[in-house]
C-alpha cells in the first residue's frame, strides 16, 4: 500500500454532498482505503477570482493502485459528481487532484506528482497541515509552508463539516 494524498475543492453547488460523494467512492474502491479526512474550509477563490468562494479539504489514502489509476480513480469520481472542465481555475463543483503518491517524483504531461504548485497554494496546505503536517512537499514540511504563505481569508466551514460528519465521514 502506498500513501496518497487527495486534495478535493469545489464552489458550485452543493459541495459538501460532492464531498461526501468522493469520499464514498474512494472508500468503496477494493485497492483504497481512507485513511484521514481534514476539516472543510472556506477559501477564496484562486487564479480567475471572479468567483464565489471554495470549499477545500484533503483526504488521505493508502492505496494498491498505482499513481495513473488512482488519478483515474479521481476523474471518473469528478465526472460522477457533475465536473465540467471548461475554464482553468473557473467555477467547479468538484475537483480532485492528487498531491502526493508516496515518496514518488513523477513527471509526465498529465500526472505530475507532488502536484507542481501545491507548496504554494494555502487553500492545500491548510487541510494538509491538519491530517499531515510532516508530510514533506518540495523538501519542506507542509506546516512550515503554510506558516510561509499564510492562512490570511481560511476559515473552517462547520456547516460542510457537520455534512461530511453526518455522511459517516
Request: contains cysteine.
Amino acid at each position: 500500500m502506498t500513501r496518497a494524498a487527495l486534495a478535493l475543492g469545489g464552489n458550485v453547488g452543493d459541495v459538501a454532498e460532492a464531498f461526501a460523494m468522493a469520499l464514498k467512492a474512494l472508500a468503496a474502491h477494493p485497492d483504497v482505503v481512507l485513511v484521514a479526512r481534514s476539516s472543510v474550509y472556506r477559501t477564496p477563490p484562486w487564479g480567475v477570482t471572479d468567483q464565489p468562494d471554495f470549499l477545500n479539504m484533503a483526504a488521505l489514502v493508502d492505496t494498491q493502485l498505482p499513481p495513473r489509476d488512482l488519478l483515474a480513480l479521481c476523474l471518473s469520481i469528478e465526472r460522477e459528481g457533475g465536473r465540467v472542465r471548461d475554464l482553468r481555475w473557473g467555477p467547479r463543483r468538484i475537483d480532485i487532484d492528487v498531491i502526493t503518491y508516496g515518496d514518488e517524483t513523477i513527471d509526465e504531461p498529465d500526472l505530475t506528482v507532488p502536484h507542481p504548485r501545491a507548496a504554494e497554494r494555502a487553500f492545500v496546505l491548510a487541510p494538509l497541515a491538519e491530517i499531515a503536517p510532516d508530510l514533506e512537499l518540495a523538501g519542506t514540511r507542509v506546516d512550515a509552508l503554510l506558516a510561509r504563505v499564510g492562512s490570511s481569508g481560511i476559515g473552517r466551514d462547520e456547516k460542510a463539516d457537520a455534512i461530511l460528519t453526518g455522511a459517516g465521514f
